[in-house]
């Protein structure tokens, strides 16, 4: 059983002792059952024969797009190699907020990786 917030991961190999703990949950709590897991915290979860197979794509994909870089065309080096760095002549950034977010998701991607 995993446990975050109000979301609550029942597994194991056996059916029945998950089925009559899961109806002894709800009979304890209003819950609803929503299947087989797909998607938690950011990671997709996909079954096959061989086992359970966990990724991120979704999730990187809404970083890149939520940070307007969907069109952007991938490159091995995203900046010139011995690039010197100078002062910003450009505006500030319109909402730092946004900026702390997007850093704090990629944080989280880089050391939750499955």
């Known amino acids: 059983m995993l446990v975050y917030v109000d979301d609550l ?3 194991g190999n056996d059916s029945t002792a998950i089925q009559r703990f899961k109806s ?7 819950m609803k059952d929503l299947g087989k897991l ?11 024969q ?3 197979f966990l990724c991120q794509r979704k999730y990187a994909l809404d970083i890149i797009t939520e940070a307007g870089l ?12 011995n ?3 100078g002062l910003a002549k450009g505006p500030c ?5 946004k900026y702390r977010q997007l850093v704090g998701r990629l944080i989280y991607l880089c050391f939750t990786r499955p």
């Open 93 to 97: 950034l319109t909402s730092p907020d």
């Open 70 to 81: 969907l069109g952007a065309k991938p490159v091995t080096t995203p900046m010139e190699q």
């Open 83 to 85: 690039h010197h760095l």
């Open 9 to 11: 991961i029942v597994g």
């Open 50 to 52: 061989r086992g359970l």
């Open 24 to 30: 002894y949950l709800s009979q304890c709590f209003h």
């Open 38 to 48: 797909k998607y938690f915290l950011g990671v997709e979860v996909a079954r096959s």
